[in-house]
């Protein structure tokens, strides 16, 4: 039985325009529709994704064949489903949160949501810093945010690094999302992880002052208005970049063709260039918890690894894997190493740092 997607695909600011009582009607009211169509039995395993079913179904029906555990699954979006656990409670029927960006597990972590599972394979085969410490979360592929240049009006050599982009001589030039899309506000927080909230906030402020036009659209509609001259710079993830290349687009696939990667702080002494994961969690109302195992080993597995990587243009959080083709085409890079739960303890401090500079 495959549950298909809920009424959280609906987009978040229809969540946002609700006050809490009538948000909690409606996530409960769901749990209540969803939960009966779930079964806590030996043969299953629940799972929320905020990933769009054609990006792990795929993945989720070989488990299936290779394990003969039958996955059960509800899409929506990432706060949406992290809230509808909270209102779940232990009641839950959801034994696997998978979502976006370290921020959102951390979060997950924090709100008592998730529990710790001792894998030596999910340790064996995820680098440190793509984990929780405690092991309440651990990442499962991974994507850069680089800046992006428009090949016929910049040279790589005028790039350095992200605190570069603070300098005057881009001003009106640079095209970034809002500060309310987690993926930005995880990129200031790894940047006061590693620098501390002054310089951070030194650095946002020159940021935002060179911004050609105010935030607005997602990390395709960025790479999109830089290959129509509205700038010459984005920032954007690598992976949004790769499906608009290898997809079948025409209009997505000619803009990326326009622009290129740069990747920033790749010196002896620099931190390298800034990182964040899709990861997943078992969570605190698990009821399916050896089950729930299995599956976050299996996608760790070669198999899902390099399934993830050619179909989904992300990099295999495990070393033994290759990248994509495509990806490859990039060239290696040096990541920044901090482990990612800095991103969610530093997400507060910069979301008031980005508030404060005026980053709409």
């Given amino acids: 039985m495959h549950l298909l997607a ?43 994704s905020s990933r769009q ?74 680098p440190e810093n793509l984990r929780d410490p405690e ?44 500060s309310d899309n987690i993926y930005n506000q995880s990129m200031l927080a790894s940047m006061i992880a590693s620098q501390g909230p002054e310089a951070a906030t030194q650095w946002a402020e020159g940021f935002v002052k060179n911004l050609a036009r105010p935030p607005e659209g997602g990390d395709r509609d960025q790479l999109k208005a830089a290959a129509a001259g509205i700038c010459d710079l984005a920032i954007a993830n690598t992976y949004y970049y790769g499906q608009m290349l ?8 000619a803009a990326a063709e326009k622009v290129a990667i740069f990747w920033p702080d790749q010196g002896e002494q620099a931190r390298g260039t800034h990182i964040n994961v899709s990861g997943a969690t078992v969570t605190k109302a698990a009821k ?24 989904n243009q992300e990099y295999p959080v495990k070393t033994t894997v290759s990248a994509s083709s495509l990806l490859k085409a990039w060239g290696d890079f040096k990541a920044d190493s901090i482990n990612l739960s800095e991103l969610g303890k530093h997400n507060a401090q910069a979301v008031k740092i980005m508030d404060t500079v005026g980053w709409k």
């Fill in 6 to 48: 809920t009424p959280f695909n609906i987009d978040n600011s229809y969540y946002l325009q609700m006050d809490s009582t009538m948000l909690k009607k409606l996530v409960l009211g769901t749990a209540l529709f969803a939960a009966p169509l779930f079964a806590f039995a030996e043969s299953e395993v629940n799972v929320y």
């Fill in 53 to 126: 079913e054609q990006l792990i179904k795929p993945l989720l029906d070989k488990f299936t064949a290779s394990s003969g555990i039958k996955v059960n699954l509800v899409t929506g979006k990432d706060d949406a489903l992290i809230e509808r656990l909270k209102l779940e409670g232990k009641n839950s029927p959801a034994d696997i949160l998978l979502t976006a960006d370290a921020g959102r597990l951390y979060r997950t972590k924090d709100l008592g949501l998730s529990q710790a599972i001792e894998s030596e394979t999910l340790k064996a085969a995820i």
């Fill in 135 to 178: 092991n309440q979360w651990f990442g499962l592929t991974y994507r850069a945010r680089p800046i992006f240049y428009v090949k016929e009006k910049i040279k790589p050599i005028d790039l350095s690094t992200y605190a570069d982009l603070a300098d005057p001589k881009w001003k009106g030039k640079i095209c970034v999302r809002s």
């Fill in 246 to 253: 290898a997809g079948d687009v025409a209009e997505e696939k």
């Fill in 288 to 311: 399916n918890k050896d089950n729930a195992v299995k599956l976050l080993e299996y996608l760790v597995g070669d198999e899902a690894q390099a399934w993830y990587a050619e179909h």
